[in-house]
């Protein structure tokens, strides 16, 4: 089964700072990936699929790239409410794999 | 408007069985892909079960054997029958359709399993 990885497992950034998680299949999942944002107590939301496509009514501040392995989600400039674990996650075949996550803080 | 309701939770004991229903609106559950996540206390987001609409089923090898995927299509409802429940079975269920990722998850049912 494909293995799914996430850099950093946390990081602390200041209001308006450049954000970029990392998130590796140990195989090729073409660009079947999609990111989600978990505020705490509260269900996930995704945020973005395909890789890069931004979900409706997600904030132009997110975005991703990446194909294959390797995938980055970048907050452009980070605000108080995006504080939260985000996720990525295999959807191309079963098993639908989710990273551990990267929890995010403000500093 | 697209909602999923989960029912089923409670606390039992290990070894025992419990069944987790999603009720689905605003879509057909047999026209979508349906999955399971859960999220044990503090813990990340685990992948369990998906049913394609055309009714194939997958599971996570951590419960392969034990849960059962299943869904009424006359009901419009997803179903999870857990058997032989473990304390690492402890979680938050949610009831998710699957699009381009999930892009619809129900509130969550917690099971708790006490040893």
């Known amino acids: 089964d494909i293995q799914m990885t996430q850099s950093p497992s946390s990081l602390s950034a200041s209001v308006g700072d450049r954000v970029t998680i990392t998130c590796r299949a140990s195989?090729?999942?073409?660009?079947?990936l999609a990111w989600y944002q978990q505020k705490p107590g509260k269900v996930p939301k995704l945020l973005i699929y395909?890789?890069?496509t931004l979900q409706s009514g997600v904030p132009s501040r997110f975005s991703g790239s990446g194909s294959g392995t390797e995938f980055t989600l970048t907050i452009s400039s980070l605000q108080p409410e995006d504080v939260a674990t985000y996720y990525c996650?295999?959807?191309?075949?079963?098993?639908?794999?989710f990273g551990p996550g990267t929890k995010v803080d403000i500093k | 408007e697209v909602q999923l309701v989960e029912t089923g939770g409670g606390l039992i004991q290990s070894g025992g069985s419990l069944r987790l229903s999603c009720a689905a609106s605003?879509?057909?559950?047999?026209?979508?892909?349906m999955s399971w996540v859960r999220q044990s206390p503090g813990k990340g987001l685990e992948w369990v079960s998906v049913?394609?609409?055309?009714?194939?089923?997958y599971y996570a090898d951590s419960v392969k054997g034990r849960f059962t995927i299943s869904r009424d299509n006359s009901k419009n409802t997803l179903y999870l029958q857990m058997n032989s429940l473990r304390a690492e079975d402890t979680a938050v269920y949610y009831c998710?359709?699957?699009?381009?990722?999930?892009?619809?998850w129900g509130q969550g049912a917690l099971v708790t399993v006490s040893s």
């Open positions: 605003g879509f057909t559950v047999s026209s979508n892909h």
């Open positions: 996650q295999k959807y191309d075949s079963a098993p639908l794999t």
């Open positions: 049913i394609y609409s055309g009714g194939s089923t």
């Open positions: 395909g890789a890069s």
């Open positions: 195989q090729g999942i073409s660009n079947y």
């Open positions: 998710a359709r699957v699009v381009y990722g999930v892009d619809y």
